[in-house]
């Protein structure tokens, strides 16, 4: 919800990106058409996904890093996984949980694009149900399970990598440590897949 502007003027770019002038023009745009209301466009679907799909994707990811390990499969020193293997680990979590949650993603997407026209979530959903059927809730699917691989198996192989390279330099992590990590495991993320993330949307 506190970046739900970035994402919504992220999604606008994407999908309009030939009417966008820049990040700034798109924000200020949206509040002297839309007020409040317009920067927050999508959010409530966007909540909807993230629960499911984050604890989907640690519950498969930490599924498929036993299985690697019980195979005998990407092992490194200390009996942990090495980066390879955690990044196919995260790479299957992510495909998984982007199929179970996709008609939101489209849900939201379509709140972002189009608000005159869908006006809640339910009424997202029917305007996508009745101009393209219970097809059209999945369109996009095939890109979006490509670039869930790269993106997700990114951001854990250079979260877990890294907090183990800083535990071992000094070690316990903590907090802001944490935090570090996970920016930048995010955005390594981000960027490897953000091609792909521009295809599927649009």
């Not at 489209?106 to 972002?112: E, H, I, N, Q, Y």
């Not at 219970?134 to 490509?146: A, D, E, H, Q, S």
Request: overall charge positive; aromatic content about 8%.
């Amino acid at each position: 919800t506190m970046c739900a502007p970035l994402e919504m003027v992220a999604t606008v770019m994407m999908c309009r990106g030939d009417e966008c002038v820049s990040m700034k023009d798109e924000l200020v745009k949206t509040w002297q058409n839309e007020g409040l209301s317009g920067m927050f466009k999508g959010n409530a679907a966007n909540c909807l996904k993230v629960a499911p799909s984050r604890g989907t994707q640690f519950l498969v990811y930490e599924f498929m890093k036993r299985q690697f390990e019980l195979a005998g499969i990407g092992g490194a020193a200390a009996g942990s996984l090495n980066a390879g293997a955690r990044l196919c680990a995260g790479g299957i979590a992510g495909m998984v949980a982007a199929l179970i949650v996709y008609p939101l993603e489209v849900v939201k997407t379509m709140l972002t694009l189009h608000p005159e026209e869908c006006t809640g979530i339910k009424s997202a959903f029917m305007t996508v149900f009745r101009n393209s059927g219970l097809g059209g809730l999945y369109r996009g699917i095939g890109p979006t399970l490509v670039a869930m691989f790269p993106y997700v198996g990114v951001e854990f192989m250079v979260y877990e990598t890294l907090k183990k390279r800083w535990e071992l330099s000094f070690g316990p992590t903590g907090t802001l440590a944490l935090l570090l990590l996970g920016a930048i495991g995010g955005a390594s993320a981000q960027a490897s897949a953000h091609p792909l993330d521009v295809i599927r949307r649009r």
